[in-house]
């Protein structure tokens, strides 16, 4: 293991602070706009920025043929079929409790990787995963074990975390021949032409009632930067290096980093459970890196600094 892994994990680590953070930008947008017009903004901002950028910065990468089903396949998953589930999910359910569910993802990784990839898991992994969701149970139910959510919200939900996993597993494939820009910019701008029938249909009228404030403008630039752009690539970046199933259990994070910003800025309770699910929810991704970690932390402690001959 290298030691610039360690810029990985950042990535992974900023991926989730971010992702964390759209729930909380999420609600505040949603007292304004339906869920359909969130994602479909979200997505041409975002879309605009990055095939600007793409344009300045001459970083077009042309697509192969064959590769074009792979990324219709690609937006399909996410962000369509995971950003209805997770907007229209949020929209019954609390931002920390949400987030708690959108963390299983971890959970179907191994088993999806090792079917179609070949990926295994290793046995901290696997307990990594297990301690984090002792954490997210302790979170989402209460004290007489019921559930504090809407059950058609956590169905919504749990259908954008199928889609997640899928996500990552066209990412995959597609890491090892395009950078992650030309794969984000694609799967945005295709993902706004996949919601703009909806949105055209469902939502335009409510949209033009709606007179934009700096709360919502705020909200929606949020979430489109920092949700639909940053934190994507810096996913797929990590991915490409770390492997679906290592970058996966980052999301285990997203509720710990939710629940904490929500508390700030919503007003939402952070109660003993809650911060007791946070604490386990860290320590299982500690758990599930221990080995990595350690080697990476061995290799700096003993590195022998190379002496120049003086000539």
Do not use: H
């Amino acid at each position: 293991m290298k030691t610039n892994a360690l810029k990985y994990y950042l990535y992974a680590v900023l991926a989730m602070l971010f992702w964390g953070l759209t729930f909380v930008w999420f609600k505040i947008a949603n007292n304004y706009y339906n869920p359909l017009t969130i994602i479909f903004l979200r997505l041409v901002v975002s879309s605009a920025l990055l095939w600007a950028f793409i344009r300045i910065a001459g970083k077009y990468e042309p697509l192969e043929k064959g590769d074009r089903k792979w990324f219709l396949l690609l937006a399909l998953a996410q962000p369509f079929f995971y950003f209805l589930g997770e907007s229209f999910g949020l929209s019954k359910v609390s931002s920390t409790i949400s987030s708690a569910i959108i963390a299983t993802i971890p959970l179907f990784s191994p088993l999806a990787a090792w079917l179609f990839s070949r990926e295994r898991a290793s046995v901290y992994a696997l307990a990594g995963i297990a301690v984090s969701f002792t954490g997210i149970i302790l979170m989402l139910v209460n004290r007489d074990l019921s559930l504090n959510a809407a059950p058609e919200g956590v169905l919504l939900l749990f259908m954008a975390v199928f889609a997640a996993v899928f996500y990552s597993l066209i990412v995959k494939r597609l890491s090892g021949k395009y950078s992650s820009l030309s794969i984000i910019s694609r799967q945005n701008l295709i993902g706004s032409f996949y919601f703009l029938p909806l949105f055209l249909i469902f939502d335009f009228r409510d949209f033009m009632s709606v007179r934009p404030d700096f709360e919502l403008i705020s909200a929606m630039l949020q979430l489109a930067v920092f949700g639909s752009c940053l934190a994507y690539l810096f996913f797929i970046t990590s991915i490409a290096r770390l492997g679906m199933v290592k970058a996966n259990i980052f999301t285990n994070l997203i509720p710990a980093f939710t629940a904490v910003s929500a508390y700030i800025l919503l007003g939402e309770t952070l109660n003993f459970q809650k911060v007791s699910g946070i604490a386990l929810v860290v320590a299982g991704i500690l758990v599930s890196q221990y080995r990595e970690l350690n080697q990476l932390l061995n290799r700096r402690r003993y590195k022998i600094p190379t002496i120049k001959p003086q000539i």
